[in-house]
Antibody, heavy 117, light 108 residues
Framework: EVQLVESGGGLVQPGGSLRLSCTAS????????MHWVRQAPGKGLEWIGR??????????GYAALVTDRFIISRDDSNDTLYLQMNRLKPEDTAIYFC????????WGQGTLVTVSS | DIQMTQSPSSLSASVGDRVTITCRAS??????LNWYQQKPGKAPKLLIY???SLQSGVPSRFSGSGSGTDFTLTISSLQLEDFATYYC??????????FGQGTKLEIK
């Protein structure tokens, strides 16, 4: 069974940093592009960024809103996707989902990030 | 960046109704359009990919059509479990893989 489990969310002060993890199981993680998508409370889905598989070039792309603050990486040896979030703002408060594939076929349950003083 | 606009933003319908949701891209995206369903408190679920291909396990009452800039998601006969929010997403010109703003389908 395909499973994606996000972790690392929590409360952080504005200007702070947080690293989210997404641990995959049930499929060959290294073969798939992986995405981060967020959803602010009561709002729609917002695509954050993605990292392609190494076989597909391993390139990383970001949404303009986060391109100079967030960093996506992956550890294929541990089947884990990461999202390093720096200089966090209150408007980054959201549930953060990881997703596998293109289209986004499998999703985690999400982890809540709250940016507040 | 390509912008995706869904209409309507919300929709009230009854069980058994035929429902159509529209998604328009700000420029041609060929058939690189996906549809997702999200229920409250849950992760999104892929319904349709490349405009009209039904994801495995998705009921056949869901269908997608369109190409270029205009796309539709149709539910032929609404069931109770279909009341949810629906999102389109383009995967033609990325990044970003833009989502539409969502269409909330509510019970009339």
């Amino acid at each position: 069974e395909v499973q994606l489990v996000e972790s690392g969310g929590g409360l952080v002060q504005p200007g702070g940093s947080l690293r989210l993890s997404c641990t995959a199981s049930g499929f060959t993680f290294s073969r798939y592009g992986m995405h981060w998508v967020r959803q602010a409370p009561g709002k729609g889905l917002e695509w954050i960024g993605r990292i392609k598989s190494k076989n597909d070039g391993g390139t990383i792309g970001y949404a303009a809103l986060v391109t100079d603050r967030f960093i996506i990486s992956r550890d294929d040896s541990n089947d884990t996707l990461y999202l390093q979030m720096n200089r966090l703002k209150p408007e980054d408060t959201a549930i953060y989902f990881c997703s596998a594939g293109n289209p986004l076929l499998s999703w985690g349950q999400g982890t809540l990030v709250t940016v507040s003083s | 960046d390509i912008q995706m606009t869904q209409s309507p933003s919300s929709l009230s319908a009854s069980v058994g109704d035929r429902v159509t949701i529209t998604c328009r891209a700000s420029q041609s995206i060929s058939r690189s359009l996906n549809w997702y369903q999200q229920k409250p408190g849950k992760a999104p679920k892929l319904l349709i990919y490349t405009a009209s291909s039904l994801q495995s396990g998705v009921p056949s009452r869901f269908s997608g059509s369109g190409s270029g800039t205009d796309f539709t998601l149709t539910i032929s006969s609404l069931q109770l479990e279909d009341f949810a929010t629906y999102y389109c997403q383009q995967s033609y010109s990325t990044p970003p893989d833009t989502f539409g703003q969502g269409t909330k389908l509510e019970i009339k």
